[in-house]
């Protein structure tokens, strides 16, 4: 992009995700000349401070974009799917935060310390991927350069945060009496995502991880197998990871790898009760890495556990650095 200070645009600002796009762009000094904040007609007038000023949110519609260079969406797939299109006929590149375009095979699917140069090949919409996916892929990528992967084994523990203010309403709600609303009350214990259209023994979160992993780190056939699972914590995502690979691994270099990545931090002292928790990660853009040992029940396997913000590496912050690549290009 051969404008360094572009106009954007904020899909969804009023949003979880999009009041911590704002939040990450402010935090990140992101060069732009304009900046239009965008929502529902339900939000349309609400002002909202960023950057030291208040911004009157407008609505959402398919003329929104006009002199727009870059759009941060986060609105939900639909949105995604009725104006992303709209915002790339006005010549505006868009970065999707929702599910709509990831496994479009003329969209690039991102997490830019993993595969930054398939920006290069968008044709209007680069695509952000799951947040539990988007946290694991540093790790399965810097590990695979080193040492082949033979197959992944993951299991996730979501905060009620990926689903969204609603889901965090929920869980308020029903911390504070509420009646339960659904089949599985949120508060006190542990549910899934909702079932595959596509496959009735996986959840559509499991299938996405499959999908968007293969895709990120160009491997088709990579055997992987994913159990995700909610939890009722605010924020925070953590996914107990079991990796096996092809060579002979060194634990000590693994350990020094996966320190020295960008955006990631090893975290591990068991004896002393130091290891990464969705608490401790609040509020940081980085990946956590602890609990990393031998699993001796395989050839050439380990056991790691790791954590991130979702809402800001899993979502807005992943985005934010996606439009900072863009101003290289």
């Known amino acids: 992009m051969q404008n360094n200070t572009p106009n954007i645009a904020v899909v969804g600002a009023t949003g979880l995700v999009g009041r911590t796009m704002l939040k990450v762009l402010e935090e990140q000094n992101f060069p732009f000349a304009d900046l239009k904040l965008l929502a529902s007609s339900r939000s349309a007038g609400s002002k909202i401070k960023a950057f030291g000023m208040d911004y009157t949110v407008e609505e959402l519609t398919e003329n929104s974009f006009e002199n727009v260079d870059i759009a941060l969406f986060s609105a939900g797939g639909s949105t995604s799917k009725k104006f992303a299109p709209a915002a790339v006929k006005s010549g505006c590149i868009v970065v999707d935060n929702s599910s709509a375009w990831r496994m479009d095979t003329e969209v690039p699917l991102v997490v830019p310390e993993v595969n930054p140069e398939d920006i290069k090949l968008h044709k209007g919409i680069i695509a952000n991927p799951n947040c539990s996916t988007i946290q694991l892929m540093p790790v399965l990528n810097v590990l695979n350069k080193k040492y082949t992967l033979k197959r992944v084994i993951c299991s996730t523990y979501q905060s009620i945060s990926g689903a969204?203010?609603?889901?965090?309403?929920?869980?308020?709600g029903e911390l504070e009496g509420n009646k339960v609303e659904g089949k599985h009350q949120i508060a006190f214990n542990t549910m899934f995502h909702a079932v595959s259209e596509s496959q009735e023994d996986v959840t559509e979160e499991e299938l996405k991880m499959v999908n968007e992993t293969r895709k990120i780190l160009h491997i088709a056939d990579l055997p992987v197998m994913y159990t995700c699972v909610r939890l009722p914590i605010l924020g925070g995502?953590?996914?107990?990871?079991?990796?096996e690979f092809e060579q002979e691994i060194d634990l000590e270099e693994i350990r020094n790898l996966l320190n020295s990545s960008e955006g990631m931090e090893v975290v591990d002292d068991l004896k002393h009760e130091v290891y990464p928790t969705p608490q401790s990660v609040n509020g940081k853009d980085g990946i956590f890495a602890g609990r990393i040992r031998r699993d001796h029940s395989a050839t050439n396997a380990i056991a790691l556990w790791v954590v991130a913000d979702n809402v800001r590496k899993g979502a807005?912050?992943?985005?934010?650095?996606?439009?900072?690549?863009l101003l290289e290009i």
Do not use: C
Not at 164 to 172: E, N
Not at 237 to 243: C, F, K, R, T, Y
């Open 316 to 325: 807005a912050t992943n985005a934010v650095q996606i439009a900072q690549k």
């Open 164 to 172: 969204g203010q609603a889901g965090v309403d929920k869980l308020l």
């Open 237 to 243: 995502h953590a996914e107990s990871v079991n990796l």
